[in-house]
């Protein structure tokens, strides 16, 4: 169920079907990413699990709090580009 909050802030036609964007989870694979595949990559099923959950425990709180306390700033420049690249990645 959707918030009355979240509808006030886009109405449901106005939300653009597919901006990366608008996809919070995505810049938190890019840091898991970054960790998990680091030299040397992992060649082993093993590793790769043991790096992914090091990756993810080692996320910070105030990695989350950024990345979530951007997202207003996101979807501003979205609306301003008419469903365009906000101008981060």
């Known amino acids: 169920m959707v918030s009355k909050e979240f509808t006030k802030l ?5 939300w653009p079907a597919n ?9 938190i694979w ?9 030299d040397p990559a992992p060649k082993m099923m093993k590793e790769l699990k043991r790096r992914l959950c090091f990756a ?16 207003p700033r996101h979807v501003e420049n979205v609306i301003k580009n008419k469903g365009g690249h906000s101008g981060y990645s």
């Open 10 to 14: 886009l109405a449901k036609d106005g």
């Open 19 to 27: 901006t990366p964007d608008l996809d919070p989870i995505g810049n």
């Open 30 to 38: 890019s840091i898991i990413d970054e960790t998990t595949y680091k």
């Open 56 to 71: 993810w425990k080692n996320v910070t709180v105030d990695t989350l709090k950024e990345l979530t306390l951007s997202m």
